[in-house]
C-alpha cells in the first residue's frame, strides 16, 4: 500500500491513499486536498492545538468525522450527520475500518486504525509526560504506569505507522514515550508535537536509528513536507 503522509503543522498529518484521504487533528493552516476522494477526519481531543471547528468548513467533501467525546457539541450539532463520537478503550467499525481507541494520559483519546490489512497508530497526548520542575516522584511513577497500561494494548499488534510525541518542552526526557513506542517495533515512526522545533525531530533520529534499526524514522524539517512510504 502506497501512501502519502503530509505534514502540515504540530500534530497535524494529512494521509493520503488511493480510495480516500485520513486528516489528523487540523487545528489551522491551510489544508490542501484533492478533489473526488472522501476525507475522514479524526480528532484526539479538543485542545486548541489539535481541534478547530474549521474542520467542519470541508463538510461536502467529508466522509465522516471521528471526534473524542470531550469535544463539545456546540460547534458541530447542525453537522452531527456525519460525526462519530468515541470514547476511550472501545472499538469502532467505521466504514471499512476497525478503529480502537486509547485513554489519553492527558485528554481524550489515541486512535488504532486497521484499513486494508495496515496498521496506523496516532497518539494524540498520549504520551509518557515529564515535568521536571513540577512532578513528584508519585507523580511520575502514576503517570509511567497510566502510559505503560496503554501501550501494553498495542504489543503483538503489527504497527506499520505510528505517529508520536517529541516534546521539546520536556527538555531532556523529550524522547521518553518515543523510546517506549520504538521498542515495539513499529515500520515507520512520525515525529510529532514539537512546537515547531524542527531540530528536535532530527536529534530524536540521530540518537535511536541505530538503537532501533527495524524502524524508519523521519526527521521532519517544514511544513507542508511530504513523504511518500510504501506500508
Known sequence: ???RVTFITHSTFKIELEDRVLVF???KNEL????????YFFTSHSHSDHYCTKIFDFYEQAEKYILSDDVSSDGFEKFKDKVVIVKPNEQY???DMRVETLLSTDLGVAYVIELGGKVIFFAGDLNDWYWEMEDNEQQRITMHEMFTKQ????R?????LAFFLVDPRQAGQYDLGGKQVLELEPRYFMPMHFWGNYDIT?????EHEKVYPNTKIFEITREYEVFEINL
Not at 151 to 154: I, P, V, W
Not at 202 to 206: E, I
Open 1 to 3: 500500500m502506497k501512501i
Open 32 to 39: 490542501p486536498l484533492e478533489e473526488g476522494k472522501p476525507i
Open 156 to 160: 503483538g499488534k503489527k504497527i506499520d
Open 93 to 95: 467499525k467505521i466504514d
Open 25 to 27: 487533528d487540523y487545528f
Open 202 to 206: 532530527k536529534k530524536f533520529k540521530k
Open 151 to 154: 501501550l501494553d494494548k498495542l
